[in-house]
């Protein structure tokens, strides 16, 4: 990709985070003034609030996309903080080359993870 | 960061504060990227932490248990500010980036009117709307310290 696809998709990724990242943020932290989607008593966080929404495949497919989403933004994000830096081609190449192994190893540790409620 | 000419950058991240003017939106770029950095390392452990504490309700509630102590709940409490002040002040530089708020070209008559005019207000706006959601989500933190 071209600088100017990895900032489209920066931003396109920022809008997709925006949305879920904010439902995420008002289901698990207003839930005392919201209560969405956490059906059990106790906290939203609770084991209980957790598998009723994990066991959705609707949640499940929103955990990867924002999953996958966040994890571009956040290492584009701090990859243009590095390359800002002006730091030797031989090191952008490394950069670019660790945080595409590093996005995809976690992307597949958090997919694993959304999917691993479907076992019990 | 499209492909441009490439100039070294001498100040380095002393160019956050240093370099160029110093207005808000300074302080806002300056604010962006450190609670950028802080959601990015939160985002990391939280995805380890979720993946192994899925497995079974023990599991979950001993690796849950290991985050009670205030120190992680003021943790939280930091992570969820920064996601709200970097969530609408990323609004805002969507809606510069893609000339929402840069207004139409337009004759040059007195009293002048620049984009100014419409990216104060939106920054303001920006800002109160953060600052109401950080409030409604430190209701909840209040709660949980009860």
Redesign the interface.
């Known amino acids: 990709m071209?600088?100017?696809s990895?900032?489209t998709w920066h931003?396109i990724t920022?809008?997709l985070v925006?949305i879920l990242?904010?439902m995420h943020?008002l289901i698990m932290?207003?839930?005392?003034?919201l209560g969405w989607f956490s059906p059990a008593e106790g906290?939203a966080?609770s084991?209980d609030n957790?598998?009723s929404r994990?066991k959705h495949v609707g949640f499940t497919l929103t955990y990867v996309l924002l999953?996958g989403a966040?994890?571009y933004h956040?290492?584009y994000?701090?990859r243009?903080?590095l390359?800002?830096?002006?730091p030797p081609v031989r090191l952008q190449k490394f950069i670019n080359v660790t945080f595409w192994v590093g996005g995809v190893f976690?992307f597949i540790?958090?997919t694993?993870?959304s999917l691993?409620?479907f076992?019990? | 960061m499209a492909n441009q000419k490439k100039h070294s950058n001498h100040l380095g991240i002393l160019g956050w504060i240093g370099g160029g003017s110093w207005g808000h939106e300074r302080l806002l770029y300056f604010i962006h990227r450190i609670t950028g950095i802080g959601i990015l390392f939160y985002f990391i452990l939280h995805i380890f932490v979720t993946t192994f504490g899925r497995f079974s309700k023990g599991d979950w509630e001993l690796i849950m248990g290991g985050f009670e102590s205030p120190i992680f709940k003021i943790g939280e409490f930091l992570v969820f500010a920064a996601f709200a002040f970097h969530a609408f002040n990323g609004i805002r530089l969507v809606l510069i980036e893609l000339g929402f708020a840069v207004g139409k070209a337009e004759d040059p008559v007195y009293p002048y009117r620049t984009s100014i005019n419409k990216q104060k207000p939106l920054m303001l706006l920006m800002m109160i709307l953060a600052m109401v959601l950080i409030l409604a989500g430190s209701y909840d933190f209040i709660r949980l310290a009860h």
């Open positions: 071209n600088e100017t990895y900032w931003i920022g809008l925006l990242l904010g943020m932290h207003l839930d005392g003034i906290e966080v084991w957790v598998f994990s999953l966040a994890l956040g290492l994000g701090l243009t903080i390359f800002e830096l002006s976690l540790v958090g694993y993870g691993a409620i076992k019990q």
